[in-house]
Structures are given as C-alpha cells and as structure tokens.
C-alpha cells in the first residue's frame, strides 16, 4: 500500500491534471490554427503541384516536390514555426505577468515545479500533435498520389527539424519569461535573445576588424548565423542542418528547460509587472544593453562614414541611448537623469576608452606576429576567404571540393611571406586608408597552414600601387596563374567548342574542329603563362569574351547547375548538365592568340575592327578634379562633335592605336574621355590617362 502511494505521488508530482486540462480548454485553439496552418503549407502544396497540367509536370523533378518541406519555400511555414512556439509559450505563463492571476495560482497547493512541467507538457502536446499529424497526413497524400520523389526519410526529416526548432523557442520563450515581466517584453527579448549569439559576435568582430589590423573578419563571421536558429531557419533547404548543429540545439533546449525551472521556483510573485523580475539581472541587463547598442550604433557610422570620429560619436550616442533607455524601462519612469545613474554611465564610459586604447596600440602583438617561415606547409592566399571556408559545402552532394588557391611553392612561400612583412612593416599607413579609401585596392586573404597542424588568419586591403615589387613575383608565378585560371586545369581533350564574342557589335566566330581546338587553347594557355604582372592589372578592356565548352560528368565541380558558380579575376565559370562552360577575355596583351586568329583568317570576324566596324570617335578633355559620379554624368551625356575642342579620328591607325590604349573603367588620373562610333550606329565609351594617351591626343589638346 505504501509502494502503491508512493508510485502514485511520484505519477502525479511531475504534471497536474487539473491544471493541464485547464491549460488545454484555454488554448486549444493554437493547436488548431498551427495544424490548419501547417496542412496548408505542406499537403495541400503537394496536391496542387500534382494537380498541374501534364504537359507542366512532365518537366518536374524531385527538387520541386522536396522544396515544399523546406521552410524558406512557403513564407507562411516558416511564419508559423517562427511564431506559434513563441505564442504558446507567452500564453501558458501569462498568468507570471500578472499579481492577481500569479497570487491565485500560487495559492493552489501545487508545488512550483508540478505547475512548471504541467503548462510545458501542454505547450509541447499543443505544438507536436500538429506536426505529427500533419507528416501523416503528407504520408497519406504521398503515398495516396504516388509522388515517388518524396520518401519517408525526407518527411522523417522536416518532422523532426520543426520539432526541434518548435523546442528550442518555446523553451527559449519559458526561460525569457521567467526573468521578465512583462509579456510583451518576454516577446521582445526572446527573439533578441536568440539573435544575440549571431548578433554580439558579429559586432565585436566587426570592431575588432575597426582596431586590430589584419583581423580576418570574414573568416570568423562566415557560419556565425549557425548560432541562432532564427537565421538558420530560412536557409536550411541549402545548407541542412549538421551533426554538430543538432547536438548543439538538442543541448540548448534541455538547458533551457532546467534554468527556466530553477528560475520559476526562485521568482517572487510581486515581481509581475517588473521588466527585470530578479534584482541581481538588473545591472546585467541595463549594461549589457548599452554595450550593445554601442556597437551597433559604432559600426553603423564607421561603416556609413567610414571616418573615425564619426565611430566615435555612434559609441557615446549608442551608450548613452542605450543606458537611458534601459534606466526608464527598469524604473518605469522619465525621471532618471540623478547623479547616481550618470556616474554610472561615467565609469562605463571610462571602462570602455580603455579598452579601445589598449586595441589602439596592440597590446597583445597581434598585428606584428608572424609564423615562422621554416613552419609553414602551405598559403591559402585569394581576395576573400569563402573556398576555403565552404571548401566541403560549395559543391553539396557531387562529392568534389572546390579548388583552393594553396600556393606550396618555395619561391612563392616566400614572396608571399615577404609581402606580408611588407604590409605589416606599413600598417600604420594602411590602416589609415582603410579609413580614407584609396583607388586600386586590393583585398589579400591569407591562411597559413602550418607543420604542426594549426593554422594562421590573416586579412588586408592594400594599396596595389605600393606593394607592386612584392605581388609581381607571384602574380607572374606559373602557380598563382593555374589557381586563377580553370582554362589552365581543364584536360584539352574534354573541350568541345570555343566561341570568341566582340564586347560590343554582333561580331562572333566558333570553331569545335579537334586539332584547331587543341591550337587554340596551347597558344591561348601560353599567352597565359607569358603574362606579365603589368598586362595582368592594367584597366584595358579585353577585344572579346571567349567561352570555352568543356565535356564533364555530373560529379565535375562545375556540373552542378545551370547558374554561374565561379567568380575569380575576370574568369566565369558555368556549368549546364554535362558540359561545363568557362568565359575569359580575350585580352589585348594575348599576342599568340591573335597571331594564332590572324593564321585561320577568323581575326576579323572575332573582333570590331576601324573602317570595317567603327565609324570614327570622339575625344574631350576631362576637367581637373572630376569625381566619380561627374564622370558617370559625363559618359551619360555622351560627346558631342559640335562642342568645341573636341577631336573626331577617323584614320584607321589612330582608331587602331585608340581602341589597343584605353580604358574601359574609372581612374583618378583619367585626362581625357573617349567615344567610338560603329556603323550599326551605337556606340561605347572610354577615357586615357595622361601616361597612355597616344601622341596626337596630347598634341591636339595642348594646342586648346
């Protein structure tokens, strides 16, 4: 008999029956409208996808089926996953929030924890029996319609990720609401809450980047949205969630659970009403807010104004925002401008500028630490960090990583360790003009790999002009130009056709005759190769854009779309099915190719010619001290013949010198603005620096 009580007071200690049934006659209704809700995004789309035409659905694939179980497909499921959990979870403690509500249940002989796990049970049946009976439900209709392209492994998986993510923010939304008290604030701060493992790092990344130069800020922000599962939620149809992230937020929901316990049996009842209910969080929260909102308002100005008093002033507007807005919310009223509260601000203030002095001077060596050059195995070095951070997620499910821009050469591990001591040696300079933005910037990505195994993260913008000395050697490197390059990697044999497309006309030429092919990509390959580091960074605007087909199998990292999948200096790679497609231009510096062109009588059909396709062309002077967004005005406006001073060329040879010495693109030292005209009757534009401006350009206008 003893047993028998005792089993029964263990059975009914956890959960109240009462208060459960109660909990359930109140909110029902959100049961119902989610499960509506969730067959309205999930079934009934796969009925009216399979109730189009047939002559619509012979062109189906299994991709548009399976999309309808991904979140970010129909806004209205993810809507529902985003805000039901949280809905439930704001109603079933709502009586927290209230003193007369809290007194009346707490008078209850129900032990704290019993009420704690009874409204959590109902708010878990509430969310899951509305997505447990809609997977069978989309069983049913899978299995009923015959849609074999949707297994049950894949409804296994939507059910269990909504699952999850239902958990992970009605606990979150429990927990919040423990240590607030109001309801609306609960809401408020149980999405921020999530958003602040993603958002804070991202922030104080983001102003280390301000401070310590060299700081890969990209490297570390690439999977940061992996932290919150508000920014994971839109993107788990292209990136699904990983082992570790399961772990992760299957962890984050038992924790959640038992501090949102611990901190029902400790609140106090008069605490409702409170914005914080416990009075050791006040300080916490009040200063944690103002840190926050000092970033975010510092990284706003520096990246707006990109000036750094300007950060300055988005720091002290932020704390101060920050800090004031939080002492009425705590206090609930106006009057909070007191001595005590201001000192507060004033060592806070004091903590942070020394903080921002002891990044100011790089206390810890940060910026002038190297790896020892007999250490390292190999160099990552590109302009940005995303192959090597996605290196096993770009190609998803071809089994083929993409190619690393890894430099293992000797020489080029140390050209590229002497550049590095370069920027370092100049970093104070450098870090002033990521302040003051200068013209022909470049951005080097660096990661060494070292014998021991770690690794070594480093990011800068630097001046082209100023470390030429140090990026020539490896610019002009046979390695740096096969990473560059996927014309240089490709098999010869597996090109199929090359088509050579002018930039401007309609003039086009395409070969796919085996041994011509194999003529044209060897020159083109050496023309490549004999690049210099002057022809690789000049601004002239390529003849043509020449698109090489290339045979490849499904599995060939670039066989997996029909989108473009590669950006890298100039070089666009695409792929379709079984033939992959690479486009570079056809550059003016490419002397084999154009021999090789001129040989096969294609030259003039590959390229606009003057007399044949150019009419003549119009040159003005450009005045002193233009900007950018004049100069776009200009171009806009186009040239006119009638203005005075300016040149018409009409003879082939000048046009010819013309068209082989512009520039197709903005630069400070542009002194004069050139317009071809072609017979078909458009036209396009073009300017000259002083150095490269042909001898009667010069002579024309200084005689104006």
Not at 331 to 339: A, G
Not at 442 to 455: E, F, H, M, P, T
Not at 676 to 697: I, R
């Amino acid at each position: 008999m003893k047993w028998g009580i005792t089993v029964m007071k263990s059975k009914t200690s956890f959960i109240n029956r009462g208060i459960l049934r109660n909990d359930f006659k109140r909110y029902t209704w959100i049961g119902i409208v989610y499960l509506l809700g969730l067959l309205l995004t999930v079934p009934l789309q796969l009925v009216m996808i399979f109730s189009r035409p047939e002559e619509v659905k012979m062109y189906y694939d299994a991709s548009i089926y399976l999309r309808v179980l991904q979140l970010d497909y129909f806004p209205l499921s993810l809507i529902l996953i985003l805000i039901v959990p949280v809905l439930a979870g704001l109603l079933l403690f709502r009586y927290l929030q209230a003193n007369t509500a809290a007194d009346m249940v707490h008078a209850l002989p129900i032990k704290r924890a019993t009420l704690y796990n009874t409204h959590i049970v109902a708010g878990l049946i509430l969310l899951f029996v509305p997505l447990v009976i809609t997977a069978l439900i989309t069983w049913a209709v899978v299995a009923g319609l015959g849609i074999d392209f949707i297994q049950g492994k894949h409804i296994l998986s939507w059910l269990s990720i909504c699952l999850l993510m239902n958990l992970v923010l009605f606990f979150s939304t429990v927990t919040v609401g423990m240590f607030t008290g109001l309801s609306t604030l609960q809401g408020l701060l149980t999405y921020i809450l999530l958003l602040v493992p993603t958002g804070l790092s991202m922030l104080l990344l983001h102003n280390f980047r301000m401070y310590v130069y060299g700081f890969p800020y990209d490297f570390y922000t690439a999977n940061l949205d992996k932290l919150s599962p508000l920014l994971r939620l839109p993107f788990l149809g292209g990136r699904p969630l990983s082992t570790g992230e399961l772990i992760f937020y299957l962890f984050l929901f038992i924790i959640l659970y038992f501090i949102g316990r611990y901190l029902y049996q400790q609140r106090k009842v008069e605490s409702a009403g409170n914005a914080i209910t416990f009075e050791v969080l006040r300080p916490i929260f009040k200063y944690s807010v103002t840190f926050c909102t000092m970033l975010l308002l510092g990284s706003y100005f520096n990246s707006s104004q990109e000036n750094i008093i300007w950060t300055y002033f988005g720091y002290f507007l932020g704390a101060g925002l920050g800090y004031f807005l939080t002492e009425i919310l705590l206090n609930k009223s106006i009057d909070i401008f007191q001595w005590q509260r201001v000192k507060g601000l004033g060592i806070y203030t004091l903590v942070m500028i020394g903080l921002i002095g002891l990044f100011q001077v790089d206390f810890t060596g940060y910026e002038k630490r190297l790896p020892e050059l007999s250490q390292v195995e190999n160099v990552y070095m590109d302009s940005y960090f995303h192959p090597l951070i996605n290196r096993n997620e770009i190609y998803a499910g071809s089994n083929v990583k993409p190619h690393l821009a890894l430099f293992k050469d000797k020489d080029n591990l140390v050209n590229i360790y002497k550049l590095h001591q370069e920027i370092i040696a100049h970093r104070s300079e450098e870090k002033r003009g990521n302040i003051q933005r200068n013209t022909n910037q470049k951005r080097v990505c660096l990661a060494y790999q070292l014998k021991d195994g770690s690794c070594f993260y480093r990011n800068y913008t630097i001046s082209t002009a100023k470390y030429k000395e140090q990026l020539k050697p490896i610019y002009e490197s046979r390695e740096y130009k096969t990473h560059q390059h996927e014309l240089l990697r490709v098999n010869l044999d597996d090109i199929k056709l090359v088509e050579i497309n002018s930039r401007y006309g309609s003039k086009s030429v395409s070969f796919s005759d085996k041994e011509m092919l194999k003529q044209a990509m060897a020159v083109l390959r050496n023309d490549i190769y004999d690049q210099s580091y002057e022809d690789m960074t000049n601004q002239r605007p390529p003849w043509a854009e020449i698109t090489v087909t290339v045979a490849c199998d499904k599995k060939h990292p670039l066989a997996i779309g029909t989108d473009v999948v590669m950006v890298s200096n100039n070089i666009r790679t695409r792929a379709d099915k079984n033939y992959c497609q690479i486009y570079l231009p056809w550059q003016k510096s490419y002397t084999h190719f154009e021999r090789w062109l001129q040989s096969t009588g294609l030259y003039n059909q590959a390229r606009l010619l003057p007399g044949e396709d150019i009419s003549y062309a119009l040159v003005d002077y450009i005045p002193d001290g233009i900007d950018r967004a004049t100069y776009r005005d200009l171009r806009e406006e186009r040239i006119s013949e009638d203005l005075p001073g300016v040149l018409k060329i009409s003879d082939p040879a000048q046009l010819e010198t013309c068209l082989q010495n512009y520039w197709d693109s903005y630069n400070e030292q542009a002194v004069y603005m050139i317009e071809f005209k072609l017979k078909n009757g458009s036209s396009f534009s073009g300017l000259f620096p002083q150095a490269e401006a042909p001898d009667f350009l010069t002579e024309h206008f200084a005689q104006q």
